[in-house]
C-alpha cells in the first residue's frame, strides 16, 4: 500500500469520481495534480467543487506533462487504460490505482458488492433499503453516482460512522482493482454491452469476475444459476439464485402452487419465504434482483426472513420497466435504463405473444443486436425504430417484425399508439444508449412519459 503523504499524485479524470479522489488524496496529504481533456468551461463544475484545496490543474494543452514526477496515477472509470497517460505510466512502472481501490484501501467496513450487464443499482438500492430497515448505518454508493472515495473521506473526518457498505461496481471499475475485497460479492447477469471499450465477451466476463478475485471461504458470492457468468473458480461460499431450479445453498422461486413463492433454502430446509406478490415490485428480472438482494444482506448478517419481510415496501427507480399509464386499453411502459440488449430481451418476456409495440434504437456501443430477433419474433407486434442505431437494427430485425423508423420520440410515441390496440403495451426499451439524441437515459425516459401523456391529453 501506498503512503500518499507528501507524494506528488496525478488523478486523471475530473468527473464525479475524479473529484472524490482528489479530496481524499489531499486528506491524506498528498500534493495532486488533476490532469483532463475538457475545455476550462466544461471544467467549471469540478473547480468549483475543489475551490480553497491545493490542487493543480492541467487542461489538455496548458503545459508539458512530467509523468516522472509524480509517485502514483489515480484514475476514473471513465478513463479507458488505453489512454496514452495509463500507457506511459505502465511503461514507467508507475502504479496505476482505480478510485474504487483507492476508498477501499482507506476505510475498513463490511462491504457488499453487486456487478452485472443489468439491474445493478435495482439490487444495491434494495440492499441498502434491506439494511436501513435492520437499522444499519450503511454506506450506498459506487457506480450509483456516490464515489466510494466519498465514504472513506467520511469516515475519517468522523462526518459518518458508517457499519457497512453497498457498492455497485462496473466493469470499468473491476479493471482497477487489485485488493479490493467484498464480504459479499454478487454477479447477476451478461449481456452485449461495452464491448466497445472491452472488445469482446470473453475479456467483458473476466473483468465482471473479478469482483471475487479477493474473496475467502468465510465470504459469500451471489450468482444467478440460470445465466452463465462464471470464469474461473470461486474461493467464498456460494450463494446461488434462480427462477428455474432450488439451489443447495440461496433462493428460488418455487412455482409449484403458482404462487411465485421466493424461498431461502439450504439443503432441505426452507430459511425464509415470501409471495412475490405481495411486493411493489413488477417483473421476473425483480425476481432475480430480490434473491440477489438477500443474498447480500445475508453476507452482512441479516437474517433472510427479515430481510424478505423488509424489501415489501421497495419501489423500484424509475425508467426501469416502470409503468406510465393505461389509455384506451393500452399500457404505457418506460424502460429507458435498457441500454444493452439482455435488458430488453428480460422486459419483453413479462409480456404476451405479440403483445407489444417497442420504441428501440439510440447509440449503438458495437453490440451485437442478434439476440433480440427471436424474442421480437414471439412478443413485439410492431417495431419503431429511432436514434443512431435505426438502420443498424432495421437491417439486422428485419422480417422478425414490421417496422417503421422514427425521427424522434414524439414521432416513434405517435406511430407506436397509431399502432397499439386494446390490450396491447407500448414498451420504450432500447437496447441502445441515448447520447445521439439525450443527455441521459433518464432525459430520454421523461421525454417519452411527457410525450405519453402529452398525446392522451394528460398534458
Not at 242 to 254: E, I, L, Q, T
Not at 326 to 332: F, P
Request: charged letters at 20%; hydrophobic letters at 40%.
Amino acid at each position: 500500500m501506498i503512503d500518499f503523504k507528501g507524494q506528488n499524485v496525478l488523478v486523471l479524470g475530473a468527473g464525479t469520481s475524479g473529484v472524490a479522489a482528489a479530496k481524499l488524496l489531499i486528506k491524506l496529504g498528498a500534493k495532486v495534480t488533476i490532469f483532463d481533456e475538457k475545455s476550462q468551461g466544461e471544467l467549471s463544475q469540478a473547480q468549483e467543487a475543489l475551490r480553497g484545496s491545493k490542487v493543480l490543474w492541467n487542461v489538455m494543452g496548458d503545459a508539458p506533462l512530467e509523468l516522472n514526477t509524480f509517485s502514483a496515477l489515480v484514475t476514473s472509470p471513465g478513463v479507458p487504460l488505453t489512454h496514452f497517460l495509463i500507457k506511459k505510466a505502465n511503461t514507467l512502472k508507475l502504479p496505476v490505482i482505480g478510485e474504487l481501490e483507492l476508498g477501499w484501501r482507506n476505510q475498513n467496513l463490511a462491504i457488499s458488492a453487486v456487478t452485472g450487464s443489468n439491474g445493478k443499482t435495482t439490487v444495491a438500492s434494495l440492499t441498502d433499503h434491506i439494511l436501513s430497515k435492520q437499522n444499519y448505518r450503511n454506506f450506498l454508493g459506487g457506480n450509483i453516482g456516490n464515489p466510494f472515495c466519498n465514504c472513506a473521506l467520511e469516515l475519517m473526518e468522523k462526518k459518518e460512522a458508517y457499519q457497512t457498505a453497498v457498492l455497485e461496481v462496473s466493469s470499468f471499475q473491476l479493471e482497477t482493482v487489485s485488493h479490493f475485497h467484498a464480504k459479499g460479492a454478487a454477479f447477476l447477469n451478461l449481456s452485449f454491452d461495452h464491448l466497445d471499450r472491452h472488445g469482446d465477451m470473453e475479456q467483458y466476463l473476466r473483468l465482471k469476475n473479478r469482483i471475487f478475485i479477493n474473496q475467502s471461504p468465510e465470504d459469500m458470492a451471489i450468482i444467478n444459476l440460470d445465466a452463465h457468468t462464471l470464469y474461473g473458480e470461486l474461493k467464498a461460499r456460494t450463494f446461488g439464485f434462480s427462477r428455474k431450479k432450488r439451489p443447495d445453498f440461496g433462493a428460488y422461486v418455487n412455482n409449484s402452487t403458482g404462487s411465485e413463492l421466493i424461498q431461502v433454502v439450504e439443503g432441505d430446509r426452507v430459511l425464509a419465504e415470501g409471495n412475490f406478490k405481495d411486493y411493489l415490485m413488477f417483473g421476473t428480472h425483480n425476481q432475480e434482483n430480490l434473491m440477489a438482494a438477500v443474498g447480500l444482506a445475508m453476507s452482512l448478517g441479516v437474517n433472510p426472513q427479515a430481510a424478505l419481510l423488509a424489501a415489501k415496501d421497495f419501489s423500484v427507480a424509475g425508467h426501469r420497466l416502470q409503468l406510465v399509464g393505461s389509455y384506451k386499453g393500452v399500457s404505457y411502459y418506460d424502460d429507458s435504463k435498457a441500454t444493452n440488449v439482455g435488458a430488453v430481451v428480460v422486459a419483453l418476456e413479462n409480456f404476451g405473444a405479440k403483445s407489444v409495440i417497442l420504441i428501440a434504437g439510440g447509440r449503438d456501443k458495437d453490440m451485437d443486436f442478434r439476440p433480440l430477433i427471436e424474442p421480437v419474433k414471439e412478443k413485439v407486434r410492431w417495431l419503431v425504430l429511432i436514434g443512431e442505431a435505426k438502420e443498424k437494427l432495421q437491417g439486422l430485425l428485419a422480417g422478425a417484425a414490421p417496422m417503421t423508423l422514427a425521427s424522434g420520440m414524439k414521432e416513434a410515441v405517435s406511430v407506436a399508439s397509431s399502432f397499439a390496440r386494446p390490450g396491447d403495451t407500448v414498451l420504450l426499451s432500447p437496447a441502445c444508449a441515448s447520447f445521439d439524441q439525450f443527455s441521459s437515459y433518464k432525459q430520454r425516459g421523461e421525454v417519452f412519459q411527457k410525450e405519453v401523456k402529452r398525446q392522451n391529453g394528460e398534458l
